[in-house]
């Protein structure tokens, strides 16, 4: 069963412009991954927040996660070219032992 | 790119041959995993081993049987696939945090590039 739900599933913006993708889900979990995945190739984990947790931050990455509304973003800051690629997030819903991922949002970032 | 390897990267075959794909990893981790990714389809969990084990088969058919001989390695066996087979196929593989139990199929999973998978 699909749980993350990346929305938009396309976003297309300038090279500088900050990116923002959202991830929605429908249990409880323990925690939210996001990935990135260059065309064609593997996946490549960027962050993992816990349930505990609302807020984190990698580098131009922050992620935050609302449990409440079971929803996370993911929020990538003056964006480069080499940022595009299609971004997944995966869930560890509670008792079901495996990640689960969405369909991804594809991003392009124009130079 | 990560320290886990895929091969071959890209493979055809018939319907009525047989193939393995293999997978390494080298960072000395203890679960492997194998995903296949369609178009426009969410990724999905296939097998899990962990410490050589297997402990999960995610309903998959009996024409793919994976095999883990040691930690570090991981094959998938492919035999009488049917056209709706083509996808990346893509091998993970994930530390446990210690204890008992392996790694959590939910910890931090590390990639290899996949093989792009044309079955005719």
């Known amino acids: 069963s699909q749980q993350g739900e990346e929305d938009p599933q396309a976003l297309s913006i300038q090279e500088g412009e900050n990116a923002t993708m959202n991830c929605s889900y429908k249990?409880?979990?323990?925690?939210l991954q996001w990935y990135r995945q260059n065309s064609g190739r593997g996946l490549v984990h960027l962050i993992l927040i816990r349930s505990n947790e609302r807020e984190k931050h990698s580098g131009r990455l922050r992620v935050t996660l609302d449990t409440s509304k079971k929803s996370s973003s993911l929020l990538i800051t003056a964006s480069r070219a080499a940022d595009t690629a299609s971004y997944f997030c995966?869930?560890?819903?509670?008792?079901?032992?495996?990640?689960?991922f969405g369909q991804g949002t594809r991003l392009t970032i124009n130079p | 790119e990560t320290g886990v390897t895929q091969t071959p990267r890209h493979l055809v075959m018939g319907m009525t041959n047989k193939k393995s794909l293999k997978c390494e990893q080298h960072?000395?981790?203890?679960?492997m995993y194998w995903y296949k990714q369609s178009a426009k389809k969410p990724l999905e969990l296939m097998f899990v081993y962990n410490f050589k084990e297997q402990t999960e088969n995610n309903s998959v058919p009996s024409r793919f049987s994976p095999e883990c001989p040691n930690s570090s390695h991981l094959f998938l066996h492919l035999h009488t696939l049917q056209p709706e087979d083509s996808a990346l196929y893509l091998c993970a593989s994930s530390q446990a945090k210690g204890g008992t139990g392996g790694a959590h199929p939910t910890d931090t999973q590390y990639f290899g590039p996949g093989t792009r998978l044309t079955v005719l």
């Open positions: 249990t409880s979990i323990n925690n």
């Open positions: 995966a869930t560890d819903e509670m008792g079901a032992q495996k990640l689960v």
């Open positions: 960072l000395g981790h203890n679960a």
